[in-house]
């Protein structure tokens, strides 16, 4: 059993976690390799000098079993750029609020192993999205995907920006706005949301284009295939615009064409039995609770 093991920041509060991760791993005699930058935060009291290093550009392969994210939904964003193609299912142990990615309670850490070992969960594949600048894609770098959502929005202005938008080639319209998200079902729990969208089982086949604070207050978020290819052009009173991929944020040109599709490639993201999608939904969301008292 190979694990790699991966945290943003390190908090008093993870330690004991981490620790007793590490140590339902011995037992079951697993190879473990912690993200270089992470283990270089722990202390050597948890006795990590066997265990590998691994980093954006080596370390990892498709041999890896699992891969462990300590933090909330950004820190499982941040793991997409390590895990890549590879295939590396991930699980996300939550160390702060309850998250729509990364749902396993800290508390219950050692339960990622032995429910893992008596295979009590599933494997599920999650969409990303690419984007491609054309002679701008330089600007955005090697990681041109997201698991959540891709956003054009404004940037250095109050003033809106248009956006204008094609799909599979046909004109759809221009968006008046802050903004356009173009989610996967993963994002549609994410900024989406927040903007109105609504919320996608996550092996649904489909895109969400979800504007932010339209102007033309008859513009709602659309649903559409996952096999759609999408074509942004943004105008606007300044010269610049952004575009961000899950966070990372790039300052690409006005009046270009920005293409927006599904990647090739999908995350595997483990769905134990005990921590469902509809089981955090109905945690993170409050359904099911009685208000009246």
């Excluded at 473990?32 to 980093?55: H, M, T, W, Y």
């Excluded at 599920?124 to 990681?143: D, F, H, M, T, Y």
């Excluded at 270009?256 to 945690?283: G, P």
């Amino acid at each position: 059993m190979k694990v790699a093991i991966y945290g943003q920041i390190y908090h008093e509060n993870t330690l004991d976690y981490v620790g007793e991760l590490l140590d339902e791993l011995e037992k079951e005699s697993a190879t473990v390799a912690i993200e270089e930058r992470f283990k270089s935060l722990l202390p050597q009291k948890l006795n990590i000098d066997g265990c590998l290093s691994f980093n954006e550009s080596h370390g990892l392969d498709s041999s890896f079993d699992m891969f462990v994210s300590f933090g909330g939904d950004g820190t499982i964003l941040r793991a997409t750029t390590y895990v890549r193609d590879l295939g590396i299912p991930i699980v996300g142990v939550n160390t702060g609020r309850l998250g729509f990615l990364s749902t396993f309670k800290k508390e219950d850490v050692r339960k990622v192993v032995r429910e893992f070992v008596q295979g009590a969960y599933t494997i599920v594949e999650r969409s990303l999205l690419q984007v491609n600048a054309g002679s701008q894609a330089k600007e955005i770098g090697p990681l041109n995907f997201a698991l959540n959502e891709i956003t054009v929005s404004r940037k250095d202005t109050t003033s809106m920006i248009t956006v204008e938008t094609h799909l599979n080639g046909e004109y759809l319209t221009s968006y008046w706005a802050d903004g356009l998200i173009v989610s996967t079902p993963t994002g549609s729990t994410g900024y989406s949301l927040s903007c109105g969208g609504p919320v996608i089982v996550p092996t649904a086949k489909s895109l969400v284009l979800t504007p932010i604070a339209p102007h033309n207050l008859n513009a709602r978020p659309l649903v559409i295939s996952d096999d759609t290819v999408i074509r942004l052009k943004v105008s606007g009173r300044e010269h610049h615009h952004l575009v961000s991929l899950d966070s990372r944020i790039a300052t690409l040109q006005n009046d270009i064409s920005i293409e927006v599709k599904k990647a090739n490639f999908t995350i595997n993201m483990i769905e134990y039995t005990s921590e469902s999608f509809l089981k955090t939904l109905r945690n993170k969301l409050l359904w099911g609770e009685d208000k009246r008292n």
